[in-house]
């Protein structure tokens, strides 16, 4: 069984910085990409950054240069490093992977189960 958990959320002021992590751990044979995605309250989830396994990058037009997508593959985990926090951050982080589990011939997309920001003063 594959799991993806992410911690790191929490309060942070306006001009703030925060870390996530998520870590896929379980019956892992290979990872593609990883990325994270938000959901604010009252709209959809989308996307904020994608990384693939040889480290090239993707990023959403609202947060390039404040926020930095990174993975260790040792590790099996995914960063996003978050600086210049607005509150229009706000919203549910969540990590995605789309990774090769042991003893199957596909690839499938998991999720975690999210993990809060709230930027506010």
């Known amino acids: 069984q594959v799991q993806l958990v992410e911690s790191g959320g929490g309060l942070v002021q306006p001009g703030g910085s925060l870390r996530l992590s998520c870590a896929a751990s379980g019956n892992i044979f290979s990872i593609n990409t990883m990325g994270w995605y938000r959901r604010a309250p009252g709209k959809q989830r989308e996307l904020v950054a994608t990384?693939?396994?040889?480290?090239?990058?993707n990023y959403a037009d609202s947060v390039p240069g404040r926020f930095t997508i990174s993975r260790d593959n040792t590790k099996n985990t995914v960063y996003l490093q978050m600086n210049g926090l607005k509150p229009e951050d706000t919203a549910v982080y969540y990590c995605?992977?789309?990774?090769?589990?042991?003893?199957?011939?596909?690839?499938?997309?998991?999720w975690g189960q999210g993990t809060q920001v709230t930027v506010s003063s």
């Open positions: 990384i693939t396994s040889d480290g090239s990058t």
């Open positions: 995605n992977a789309r990774l090769r589990p042991l003893q199957r011939p596909f690839e499938y997309v998991y």
